[in-house]
C-alpha cells in the first residue's frame, strides 16, 4: 500500500500540475511517486476533481501562450510546437479520423472440411 498524502501536499501537487501540467512534476515537487498520486487519486475523489481542474488550467493557459503567438506573428515555429502539445493534452485538438472497412473474409484453413461444407464465412 502506498504513502497517504496529506492535504499541505495535495494542494502543492494541485498547485504545480495546474503549471507544469504533469503528474511527475506534481509528485517530485511532494517527494511521492507517481504511482501514489494516481492512487490517491482513486481513494479521494475531491482530490480527482482538483487534479482534472488544474489539468484543464494547465491547457488553458497553453492556449493563452498559443493564442499570443499567432497574434505577435513572431515565433511560428514554437507556436506549431505548441499546437502538438495542445492535441497531447486535449482531445478536442486532435485530428479527428475515421476508418471504414468493407471486405469479404475467406477462411482458408489446412483442416480438411466435410465434403459439401461451403469454405466462405
Known amino acids: 500500500m502506498s504513502k497517504r498524502i496529506t492535504e499541505e501536499q495535495k494542494n502543492k501537487a494541485i498547485e504545480v500540475y495546474a503549471k507544469q501540467g504533469t503528474v511527475l512534476k506534481a509528485s517530485q515537487a511532494i517527494g511521492m511517486s507517481r504511482m501514489t498520486i494516481h492512487e490517491e487519486m482513486k481513494r479521494d475523489k475531491g482530490f480527482k476533481s482538483a487534479m482534472q481542474n488544474a489539468k484543464q488550467e494547465y491547457v488553458e493557459s ?37 476508418h471504414k472497412v468493407d471486405a469479404e473474409v475467406t477462411i482458408i484453413s489446412g483442416v480438411p472440411r466435410p465434403k459439401g461444407k461451403d469454405e466462405r464465412v
Open 62 to 98: 497553453l492556449e493563452d501562450v498559443l493564442d499570443s503567438r499567432i497574434r505577435s506573428q513572431t515565433d511560428k515555429a514554437s507556436a506549431i510546437l505548441l499546437m502538438f502539445k495542445l492535441k497531447k493534452e486535449n482531445p478536442d485538438y486532435r485530428d479527428k479520423v475515421e
